[in-house]
């Protein structure tokens, strides 16, 4: 009876050794590829196996290996079963010219090797590409303590999954996030892409070159991958970008400016008072004053200096300063409320205040003023007439 079954053992046994792995092949989602960026490389093997069955340590050589993913499918046709694993591997060459990706192997059956040809960074028209970044700075020549306005756009004509769009780094420098992000969409050759648009105000602390790195972009976006059968799908796809470095002239403070340093496009001064307001002994005055600076941060606002004649004593507040945006021009604000009382009735000069400027355009220095002004003071009205 034994002897009986081994022959029936081996006839079931000769479906499940056709079920082995008997072919591994290879293959790239584009060919050339650029230099720093991801490709696909996908590996597929017709039979179902473990994610670690495929050694990937060849590629190390040639290649930066980033994520990879498996998936295992199962197919029956007229009572025959097909099935396949599937390996989907990320990688970044690392020189340029012509790369070869080796065989890879399992279980003795290997894939062919595929001629790779691998461009510089940047030699891929933007168009052509699904991300790519700009960069744009308001002049490449300034004065210490000037704000430049540094914008990078992000363009993307894929969806983003998740992401980060890092700074640009700068040694001798101070550098913040101006406003919020902005988002809308412009066509490079014909071509639709969403914008994501951030800008950065940059203040060089010491005259000379001003190196600026370029932004860079690294994240996780979604691609449409092969279509396999009736349905498409799509990917997570780790994608990164970088921009051109940039080089800025840094002057010093002219030897002929004067005052405390302020650089901006246009300053101006503004006072408010209440007209109708009697001026009485004993009752104070408020005196609101706007400093306003456009292109300049906050941080450069000089104090306002008041000297106020005798029998007027002042009490400021603590100074407010902002930053909005306004007409595409970053504008700088100090609010300074004044409360005077006088103490004496009488007629009083207010001295007008100076505060002096530097124009970039026009490289002379210039002044904010606001005149003189004459109030007359009246004896308080619970006060005794002489």
Same mark, same amino acid.
Not at 176 to 195: C, P, T
Not at 248 to 268: F, N, R, T
Not at 301 to 327: C, G, I, M
């Given at each position: 009876?034994?002897?009986?079954?081994?022959?029936?053992?081996?006839?079931?046994?000769?479906?499940?050794?056709?079920?082995?792995?008997?072919?591994?092949?290879?293959?790239?989602?584009?060919?050339?590829?650029?230099?720093?960026?991801?490709?696909?490389?996908?590996?597929?093997?017709?039979?179902?196996?473990?994610?670690?069955? %495929?050694?990937?340590?060849?590629?190390?050589?040639?290649?930066? +290996?980033?994520?990879?993913?498996?998936?295992?499918?199962?197919?029956?046709?007229?009572?025959?079963?097909?099935?396949?694993?599937?390996?989907?591997?990320?990688?970044?060459?690392?020189?340029?010219? #012509?790369?070869?990706?080796?065989?890879?192997?399992?279980?003795?059956?290997?894939?062919?090797?595929?001629?790779?040809?691998?461009?510089?960074?940047?030699?891929?028209?933007?168009?052509?590409?699904?991300?790519?970044?700009?960069?744009?700075?308001?002049?490449?020549?300034?004065?210490?303590? #000037?704000? %430049?306005?540094?914008?990078?756009?992000?363009?993307?004509?894929?969806?983003?999954?998740?992401? +980060?769009?890092?700074?640009?780094?700068?040694?001798?420098?101070?550098?913040?996030?101006?406003?919020?992000?902005?988002?809308?969409?412009?066509?490079?050759?014909?071509?639709?892409?969403?914008?994501?648009?951030?800008?950065?105000?940059?203040?060089?602390?010491?005259?000379?070159?001003?190196?600026?790195?370029?932004?860079?972009?690294?994240?996780?976006?979604?691609?449409?991958?092969?279509?396999?059968?009736?349905?498409?799908?799509?990917?997570?796809?780790?994608?990164?970008? #970088?921009?051109?470095?940039? %080089?800025?002239?840094?002057?010093?403070?002219?030897?002929?400016?004067?005052?405390?340093?302020?650089?901006?496009?246009?300053?101006?001064?503004?006072?408010?008072?209440?007209?109708?307001?009697?001026?009485?002994?004993?009752?104070?005055?408020?005196?609101?004053?706007?400093?306003?600076?456009?292109?300049?941060?906050?941080?450069?606002?000089?104090?306002?200096?008041?000297?106020?004649?005798?029998?007027?004593?002042?009490?400021?507040?603590?100074?407010?300063?902002?930053?909005?945006?306004?007409?595409?021009?970053?504008?700088?604000?100090?609010?300074?409320?004044?409360?005077?009382?006088?103490?004496?009735?009488?007629?009083?000069?207010?001295?007008?205040?100076?505060?002096?400027?530097?124009?970039?355009?026009?490289?002379?220095?210039?002044?904010?003023?606001?005149?003189?002004?004459?109030? #007359? +003071?009246?004896?308080?009205?619970?006060?005794?007439?002489?």
């Amino acid at each position: 009876m034994v002897t009986r079954l081994i022959p029936l053992l081996l006839l079931c046994l000769l479906p499940l050794k056709a079920l082995a792995l008997t072919q591994l092949q290879a293959s790239v989602d584009r060919n050339p590829v650029t230099e720093s960026e991801y490709f696909m490389l996908s590996v597929v093997a017709d039979d179902e196996l473990e994610a670690q069955a %495929l050694d990937t340590s060849a590629l190390l050589k040639d290649f930066i +290996v980033g994520r990879t993913s498996v998936s295992r499918s199962t197919q029956i046709i007229n009572f025959d079963a097909r099935k396949e694993t599937r390996w989907q591997v990320m990688l970044t060459p690392k020189t340029t010219g #012509q790369v070869t990706i080796p065989a890879l192997s399992i279980d003795g059956v290997s894939s062919d090797a595929i001629e790779l040809k691998v461009m510089p960074a940047g030699s891929r028209p933007e168009a052509q590409k699904n991300l790519f970044l700009r960069t744009s700075i308001s002049a490449k020549e300034a004065y210490v303590g #000037q704000l %430049l306005t540094y914008k990078v756009k992000l363009f993307l004509a894929v969806e983003l999954q998740r992401g +980060v769009l890092s700074a640009p780094s700068i040694s001798g420098a101070q550098i913040k996030q101006l406003g919020e992000d902005k988002e809308s969409s412009e066509i490079v050759n014909g071509r639709r892409f969403r914008v994501i648009e951030r800008s950065y105000g940059i203040i060089a602390d010491e005259p000379g070159e001003l190196a600026i790195s370029g932004a860079n972009f690294s994240g996780d976006v979604l691609v449409d991958t092969p279509r396999r059968g009736m349905f498409a799908f799509q990917e997570s796809r780790p994608m990164q970008a #970088q921009s051109d470095s940039m %080089l800025v002239s840094i002057k010093p403070i002219p030897a002929e400016y004067h005052g405390d340093w302020l650089v901006s496009d246009l300053v101006m001064l503004k006072e408010e008072w209440d007209d109708k307001q009697t001026f009485e002994v004993g009752r104070p005055i408020t005196r609101n004053l706007t400093l306003l600076a456009s292109n300049a941060d906050e941080t450069s606002l000089p104090e306002l200096k008041l000297s106020l004649p005798d029998n007027l004593k002042s009490y400021p507040e603590k100074a407010q300063r902002k930053t909005f945006v306004r007409d595409n021009q970053l504008v700088s604000q100090l609010t300074q409320t004044i409360a005077i009382v006088p103490s004496k009735p009488g007629s009083y000069t207010l001295p007008e205040i100076k505060v002096p400027w530097w124009n970039p355009h026009l490289k002379q220095q210039e002044f904010a003023l606001l005149p003189a002004r004459t109030i #007359q +003071v009246a004896p308080a009205a619970d006060m005794p007439q002489p």
